[in-house]
């Protein structure tokens, strides 16, 4: 599922593609893809300009110039690619929005979803979402306060959308690795040195799967040089029975509340 760095390279590059452009045509494939009738999605969307695109936790904005949002989460397996009819990859398309002879084509939106919601509504949408890890305010004060009297095993602290938005399997393997944690310890057993070193380490690995284009198995466009880069750059996340880059040590691979966790039991404690 993609997490904060792919949703952010998708914000940047889908920004540079269609950021001031009109939406001349809407397909709507899959009804359930969207939140209203087909009809009324067609109507408020066809005609109207993106004029920006931001990112919230793991969904994209597309600010729209009618005071409406396109709101998306890929979910699991959902991903799109910017391009015409003559490059694009041969698969189902749940729903595509035109920009003249360029296409935008949203694929596996099974779980996920493109609503459209008046601009005023996003905020409540969000409400339940803890903090951005990217925000200046998430400190390693900020941290420590929103550790206090939890427990918890710390990757189920790192993947829970309402205690800190936007990381899922793979960068709070990721990031439990950076910070020399293992993935199960217990949140109430950090010491405040260790909860410092996770304080840096969140956007540390957050800002370096950024700028390696996050870990998205497909191109969003056909020259696309970016997206995906960091898939190379796992250290743990799917290495099981590889050797640690560190360390040389086996990585292992467990299940924790049912979720692949990967890690080593040489660099972490
Ligand atoms: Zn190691």
Not at 115 to 134: D, N, T, W
Request: glycine content about 8%; overall charge neutral; some cysteine.
């Amino acid at each position: 599922m993609p997490e904060l760095p792919e949703m952010e390279t998708y914000r940047t590059l889908l920004t540079e593609k269609m950021a001031g452009k009109t939406i001349t045509k809407v397909e709507i494939n899959r009804e359930k893809s969207v939140n209203t009738t087909v009809d009324f999605f067609i109507h408020h969307v066809t005609g109207s300009r993106v004029d920006f695109i931001s990112r919230r936790a793991k969904h994209l904005l597309f600010h729209l110039d009618n005071n409406y949002v396109l709101l998306l989460h890929l979910m699991l397996g959902g991903w799109m690619y910017w391009g015409t009819p003559a490059d694009r990859p041969s698969r189902n398309f749940q729903v595509i929005l035109s920009f003249g002879e360029y296409q935008l084509y949203f694929i596996g939106l099974r779980l996920g979803y493109l609503h459209l919601i008046p601009s005023a509504e996003v905020e409540e949408r969000f409400a339940a979402l803890g903090p951005e890890p990217l925000s200046p305010t998430f400190t390693a004060q900020a941290l420590m306060e929103r550790f206090k009297g939890k427990r918890g095993k710390l990757k189920m602290k790192l993947v829970d959308q309402s205690w800190i938005s936007g990381i899922g399997n793979c960068y709070s393997d990721e990031i439990c690795f950076h910070a020399g944690l293992l993935p199960d310890k217990a949140i109430q057993s950090l010491t405040n040195t260790q909860m410092e070193q996770l304080s840096r380490s969140i956007p540390t690995v957050l800002q370096e799967a950024i700028r390696w284009g996050g870990y998205m198995e497909y191109p969003l466009f056909k020259e696309d040089r970016l997206t995906g880069g960091y898939n190379d750059q796992c250290k743990v996340y799917d290495r099981e029975g590889e050797p640690c880059f560190r360390c040389s040590q086996f990585i292992q691979k467990e299940e924790i509340s049912s979720r692949k966790t990967f890690f080593c039991t040489h660099c972490q404690e």
